[in-house]
């Protein structure tokens, strides 16, 4: 879910770009010290920016009939960590804001706090309570991937509850506005991004082992 | 043609061969202008200067800039209209200047989108990443982009290829049928783009390229008339603005 170009007032456009910043200069950090040390990971980091776009390509079947996009944000999360994923992600929401018109400029800050930070860290941690309570990979891609997505939603609702609070009910009364509405469609979308999840890791432990190994995603 | 319309529209407009710099200008100003001024009438001057430049001069496509506004109108009207009812002791209810409210939000999102679409069916993203090196992005991260763009195609088209295979076999006949063509379609796009970028790799490090992607960049000589004009034509919409105001 992006919010759109001009949608936001100035003060919240700046305001989000500033709380966002630690996080990706943070991420680009350590994409600068990943490179330095490893100059071979340009590509592949460039590969997995590459695929979290293509994957936002990706119709999802949706129970309502609809189809939707998965944010792919969960699936890098667990894939190349939190950190890297605040970068990727606003390099990935900046493609889409001038490849796809699905976001803007002005929003970036605030697109890449919903996307590229809180909802890698929330699914991230998902994903991690999870395989940490003995639950083996699968569930545990499933919760962080769902996780992320619904983190994702519930941000950027809270984020226009922020922007536009309720004439009379304030704050809170905006935030469950937004929350409901924009709920019929993020929901089912975040249960089916959890659903892919499995489905992809499911193919990936067995087609492409080495690889999560290498990742640390799966124990060799 | 790249399969991305934005982008095509992009390469094949008369606006190319412009400074990415002076395009810059131009379209945050206007991005600026229709979220700083009021929605009347700054949003639809800035409306208005978008689509006439990217129709006129830039002789962008008029399907493509059409469609392409569309894409972000589902949000702006479900955000703009859940913005404006009121939650109240009695229910829901419209607030009280419910219209004007709407009117300014969606004003003010169609007219930015117009002015970002300006930029991004005028300037091809490897025109604009070098612009990132400028601001002092650090290099591994201007890199890291330049290959996320370049990659990005190559994973489009094999997303295509493969999803035609599969409607083919009737992958996508029933629910549970679509869920696990997807799975299988985005666990083939990972590895395949794994296998590109090691393969992209071994490649470079066989020519003794292993600091970098040095490519010589492409000098597009920035227009005094050009930035004249868009400087007076942003400084006109804020005149009239601030005026009728």
């Known amino acids: 879910m992006h919010i759109a170009e001009g949608f936001l007032p100035p003060a919240h456009a700046i305001g989000w770009t500033v709380a966002a910043a630690p996080f990706v200069v943070h991420g680009a950090r350590a994409v600068v010290r990943e490179v330095r040390e490893n100059p071979e990971s340009t590509l592949l980091l460039g590969a997995a920016g590459a695929f979290t776009f293509v994957l936002s390509a990706i119709k999802l ?3 309502t009939g609809s189809s939707s996009h998965p944010t792919g944000t969960g699936a890098g999360a667990i894939l190349f960590r939190p950190p890297v994923m605040a970068l990727l992600g606003t390099v990935v929401l900046l493609f889409q804001a001038l490849l796809l018109a699905h976001g803007g400029l002005t929003t970036l800050g605030a697109n890449a706090f919903s996307m590229a930070i809180v909802g890698p860290w929330a699914g991230y941690g998902a994903y991690r309570l999870t395989r940490g309570l003995g639950g083996g990979l699968l569930p545990g891609v499933f919760a962080g991937m769902a996780v992320a997505d619904l983190a994702t939603y519930v941000t950027t609702s809270l ?7 309720d004439a009379s009910s304030g704050f809170a009364g905006a935030a ?6 924009f709920a019929i469609t993020q929901i089912p979308l975040a249960i089916g991004e959890g659903l892919l999840g499995v489905l992809l890791f499911r193919v990936l432990t067995v087609n492409a ?12 | 043609m790249t399969g991305l319309a934005i982008d095509d529209a992009a390469w094949s407009s008369a606006w190319r061969r412009r400074s990415p710099g002076d395009k810059l200008l131009l379209c945050l100003g206007l991005t600026v202008c229709a979220l700083a001024l009021p929605a009347w009438p700054g949003s639809l001057l800035v409306g208005l200067t978008a689509v006439v430049l990217a129709l006129g001069p830039a002789r962008v496509p008029a399907r493509t800039f059409g469609r392409a506004v569309q894409l972000p109108l589902a949000f ?7 913005a404006v009812v009121e939650v109240g002791a009695g229910g829901l209810g419209w607030a009280p200047d419910a219209g004007a409210r709407a009117g300014s939000l969606v004003g003010h999102a169609v007219a930015g989108s117009g002015a970002v679409l300006l930029l991004a069916t005028t300037t091809p993203m490897s025109d604009l990443l070098p612009a990132l090196r400028r601001l002092r992005v ?3 991260v201007v890199e890291v982009a330049s290959v996320v763009y370049r990659l990005l195609f190559v994973l489009l088209e094999s997303l295509r290829t493969i999803r035609e295979a599969q409607t083919a076999r009737m992958g996508y006949s029933s629910l549970r049928r679509s869920y696990r063509s997807s799975g299988i379609l985005a666990a083939a796009v990972l590895t395949r783009s794994w296998d590109r970028a090691r ?8 020519r003794g390229m292993e600091t970098g992607l040095q490519v010589l960049p492409e000098v597009l000589p920035s227009s005094r008339a050009f930035l004249a004009a868009s400087v007076l034509g942003l400084a006109g919409i804020v005149a009239v603005s601030v005026a009728l105001r």
Request: charged share 20%; hydrophobic share 50%.
């Open chain 2, 138 to 140: 650090p290099e591994a």
């Open chain 1, 209 to 220: 082992r080495p690889e999560l190994e290498r990742l640390g995603v799966l124990k060799s």
């Open chain 1, 159 to 165: 984020q226009l509850a922020l922007a536009f609070p």
């Open chain 1, 176 to 181: 469950a506005k937004f929350l409901g509405v």
């Open chain 2, 199 to 206: 393969r992209m790799q071994e490649g470079l490090a066989g």
């Open chain 1, 61 to 63: 079947p949706s129970v």
């Open chain 2, 76 to 82: 702006i009207v479900v955000g703009a209209l859940t």
